[in-house]
């Protein structure tokens, strides 16, 4: 079955510090590509996407994503991290398939930022 | 300023009242889905909608109705709510189905709802 794995529930990191959220997917092909923030109490905030073309994203807030064909991986990085980035992140994956016209959503990574 | 509106953000009722959460976009966006989140599981998409009188079911729809008269809106209704469905929900529109396309979603900023 089509899955998006997102392996870490929580991560906490200083603030300053660089960082890496996790993100892989299982489909035949390549989809299309999404990293979502939710701030406390906000809805979801497109951070940037993957389509095509360079595997490397970048986005908004300083944020970018690499795209690893290989590893069917789009991690989530910043070099770093401020106290405001304190949020829950998704990645989400779209697949055109029978049936299928809406992105899946990965279980979500609550980000923690100590001063 | 393009978004999407949701209403009520927070709601509380008893089982088995009907209740409907409003859904508006002001882009002129075909699709349009309902989203619920819950702790440890993601979002799941409730219902969808192609386009006006156009819907269909998601993964999670059993409780759930919906309709599109309208582009624009895209109401989520719980005829008669159980406390299962107690739950954050999103709704969200996209110029184009998003699994086909690069686009993405707009979200609303969400409805707590309580089903007590």
């Known amino acids: 079955a089509q899955s998006v794995t997102q392996p870490d529930i929580h991560i906490t990191v200083s603030e300053g510090a660089s960082l890496e959220l996790r993100c892989n997917y299982s489909?035949?092909?390549?989809?299309?590509l999404f990293w979502y923030v939710q701030s406390p109490g906000q809805g979801l905030q497109l951070l940037l996407k993957?389509?095509?073309?360079?595997?490397l994203v970048q986005g908004i807030k300083g944020f970018e994503a690499e795209f690893k064909r290989s590893q069917s991986s789009f991690n989530l990085r910043k070099p770093s991290v401020h106290w405001s980035d304190a949020a829950e992140y998704f990645c989400a994956v779209g697949h055109p398939s029978p049936g299928r016209r809406a992105l899946t959503f990965g279980s979500g990574t609550r980000l923690q930022v100590q001063p | 300023e393009a978004q999407v509106t949701q209403n009520p953000r927070y709601l509380i009722t008893v089982t088995g009242k009907k209740l409907t959460v409003t859904c508006s976009q002001n882009?002129?966006?075909?699709?349009m889905s309902w989203y619920r989140q819950d702790p440890g599981l993601g979002l799941r998409q409730i219902y969808y909608s192609m386009n006006v009188e156009v819907t269909d079911k998601g993964d999670v729809p059993e409780g759930y109705k919906v309709s599109r008269k309208e582009k624009r809106n895209f109401p989520l209704i719980l005829e008669s709510p159980s406390p299962n469905q107690t739950s954050l929900y999103f709704c969200?529109?996209?110029?184009?189905?998003?699994?086909?396309?690069?686009?993405?979603?707009?979200f609303g900023s969400g409805t707590r709802l309580t089903v007590v």
């Open positions: 969200a529109s996209s110029l184009r189905p998003p699994a086909y396309s690069n686009y993405g979603y707009t």
């Open positions: 489909y035949g092909a390549t989809p299309y």
């Open positions: 993957y389509f095509s073309g360079d595997t």
């Open positions: 882009m002129n966006h075909e699709y």
